[in-house]
Every structure is written in structure tokens, then in C-alpha cells.
T-cell receptor
Framework: DQQVKQNSPSLSVQEGRISILNCDYT??????FLWYKKYPAEGPTFLIS???IKDKNEDGRFTVFLNKSAKHLSLHIVPSQPGDSAVYFC???????????WGAGTKLIIKP | DTGVSQNPRHKITKRGQNVTFRCDPI?????LYWYRQTLGQGPEFLTY????????KSRLLSDRFSAERPKGSFSTLEIQRTEQGDSAMYLC???????????FGSGTRLTVV
């Protein structure tokens, strides 16, 4: 039973345009959501998080939107840059230990 | 801040052998996590330490797996009698209480042949 789903295995976006990565979840008890970026042969790098009490969090070029009623969150990257090409993981936590439940990832390719 | 360090980066072992991986977290981080990642999937939680205490273990962690964090500093993950299904990337992460995001190491890629 996948509690966190990223339904797009890959996404290709033109440099300078907006990248939108989507994530759906099933467990309404999740109270923190995080996005990580992963380059090949490296561990995931934390990008941005959002608490369930908010619907938007912004950090530079990265904005995360949370729609609790739809159990959906998205990561917007604008403008997209070549260095953004990586695999992006959505993760969720519902306990005080912050044990994370992860999606399968979306590979983002930024075209020059 | 030297980051989270994992050793070795790669390990190839024969089925049935024992292997041990080491993780050195960021020094002021009291919480340490082990995850396992297979190709095309997100990381799966294995176990979690707060200081030297192992507070939670996933049911994925069979009795062939054991983890320790003596003195609340570095941690080791041992797999006994390895099986081909153990082949994966083993990721270690640490964080400080009150901080949401983990810092991950680069992982140890295990191949069981």
C-alpha cells in the first residue's frame, strides 16, 4: 500500500520555464511533507518542507503547495535551471520521530 | 560541518557472507536513521536512534540485520548471511531535534552475488 505516490516517473522542462512536480498521499495523519533532490551516486538533499497547518511555503526558486482536502502537494521550481536536473522525492511524516514515507521519485530533466 | 559520512561507498559480497557498514553523522545531530533504497523506489525506513538508544525498527529489518550506535556517535549496520535480495543502497541520515529535514550521507551500495 503506497501511502505517498509520485505518478510521473519523469518530466522534461525547458530551461527558464516552470517545473511542477506532483505528489499525492493517502494518510490524513501525515503532518509534515518534505521534498528532496537526488543526484546520481549521492544521497538525497533536503530542499523544502511544509507543515500541514500551512498551504504554501516558499524558499527562493522553490515553492511547495499543499492541498489537504485533495491530499495533494506540488513543488514549483521557477525559473528552472540546468542544475535542477535530478530525481525529486516527496516524503511525508506523521510521527514525532519524523520517520519518513517516500514516493518513488520523479526524474526532472531541464532542456537547454 | 563535514556532513554525514558513510563507509564503504561500495561493497560486493558473496551470498551468505556478513557485511558491516559504518555511518558517521554530523556531530551535533542526536538522531540517526538508516534507510534502504532499491532502483526506481524511494528510500524505505529501517531503523532510528536517538543518541545511543534504538527507538524504532521497521519490520523490513529481519533478524539478520542489526544496528548499533555505541556512545551515541557513529552507527554500524550489520547484515548477516547476506541474500541477493539485500542488494540495495543503504542510506544513513542524521538530524538535530527540532529540525525537520534530515542530512543524508552518500550511501553504501551493496551488491550480493
Amino acid at each position: 500500500d503506497q501511502q505517498v505516490k509520485q505518478n510521473s516517473p519523469s518530466l522534461s522542462v525547458q530551461e527558464g520555464r516552470i517545473s511542477i512536480l506532483n505528489c499525492d498521499y493517502t494518510n490524513s495523519m501525515f503532518d509534515y511533507f518534505l521534498w528532496y533532490k537526488k543526484y546520481p551516486a549521492e544521497g538525497p538533499t533536503f530542499l523544502i518542507s511544509i507543515s500541514s497547518i500551512k498551504d504554501k511555503n516558499e524558499d527562493g526558486r522553490f515553492t511547495v503547495f499543499l492541498n489537504k482536502s485533495a491530499k495533494h502537494l506540488s513543488l514549483h521550481i521557477v525559473p528552472s535551471q540546468p542544475g535542477d536536473s535530478a530525481v525529486y522525492f516527496c516524503a511525508a511524516s506523521g510521527d514525532s520521530n519524523y520517520q519518513l514515507i517516500w514516493g518513488a521519485g520523479t526524474k526532472l530533466i531541464i532542456k537547454p | 560541518d563535514t556532513g554525514v559520512s558513510q563507509n564503504p561507498r561500495h561493497k560486493i559480497t558473496k551470498r551468505g557472507q556478513n557485511v558491516t557498514f559504518r555511518c558517521d553523522p554530523i556531530s551535533e545531530h542526536n538522531r540517526l536513521y538508516w534507510y534502504r533504497q532499491t532502483l526506481g523506489q524511494g528510500p524505505e525506513f529501517l531503523t532510528y536512534f536517538q543518541n545511543e538508544a534504538q527507538l524504532e525498527k521497521s519490520r523490513l529489518l529481519s533478524d539478520r540485520f542489526s544496528a548499533e550506535r555505541p556512545k551515541g556517535s557513529f552507527s554500524t549496520l550489520e547484515i548477516q548471511r547476506t541474500e541477493q535480495g539485500d542488494s540495495a543502497m543503504y542510506l544513513c541520515a542524521s538530524r538535530r531535534t527540532g529540525i525537520v529535514g534530515y542530512t543524508f550521507g552518500s550511501g553504501t551500495r551493496l551488491t550480493v552475488v
